[in-house]
C-alpha cells in the first residue's frame, strides 16, 4: 500500500480557486489510480474525479466537471486537484485514495486513503 498525504486546502472566495495535492510514499505509486472524494459535514463521501495509473483516462462527478481539472506527476509521486470557479456547496473535506486494478469511482474499492484536507468556500 502507499500513504497519501493531502495539502492545499483553505478558504476562499465564491468563484476563487485552489489546487490540492497528494502526495505519495512508495516506489509503486506509479501503478497506482488516484481518486478525489470529499465529504460534507451531515453529508456522505461522495466521488470528485479519478486518475489512471498513466494519466490516461480521468473521470469526474457531473458536479465539477468544466471547473475541476485532475492531473498527476509520478515523477514526484503527486496527484492534483486543480479547482477553479468554486462553489459553497463544494465546501468539503477533500481525500485522496489511491488502488491498484480496475479503474474506478467507488470510495469502498479503494485501500489507502489519506487524512484529508478542508476546503471552505464563502459566498
Known amino acids: 500500500q502507499v500513504q497519501l498525504v493531502e495539502s492545499g486546502g483553505g478558504l476562499v472566495q465564491a468563484g476563487g480557486s485552489l489546487r490540492l495535492s497528494c502526495a505519495a510514499s512508495?516506489?509503486?505509486?506509479?501503478?497506482?489510480?488516484v481518486g478525489w472524494f470529499r465529504q460534507a459535514p451531515g453529508k456522505e463521501r461522495e466521488f470528485v474525479a479519478s486518475?489512471?495509473?498513466?494519466?490516461?483516462?480521468?473521470f469526474y462527478a457531473d458536479s465539477v466537471k468544466g471547473r475541476f481539472t485532475i492531473s498527476r506527476d509520478n515523477a514526484k509521486n503527486t496527484v492534483y486537484l486543480q479547482m477553479n470557479s468554486l462553489k459553497p456547496e463544494d465546501t468539503a473535506v477533500y481525500y485522496c485514495?489511491?488502488?491498484?486494478?480496475?479503474?474506478?469511482?467507488?470510495?469502498?474499492?479503494?485501500?489507502?486513503w489519506g487524512q484529508g484536507t478542508q476546503v471552505t468556500v464563502s459566498s
Open positions: 485514495a489511491a488502488r491498484m486494478g480496475i479503474f474506478s469511482y467507488i470510495a469502498t474499492e479503494y485501500s489507502s
Open positions: 512508495g516506489r509503486t505509486f506509479r501503478r497506482y489510480h
Open positions: 486518475i489512471s495509473w498513466s494519466g490516461a483516462m480521468t
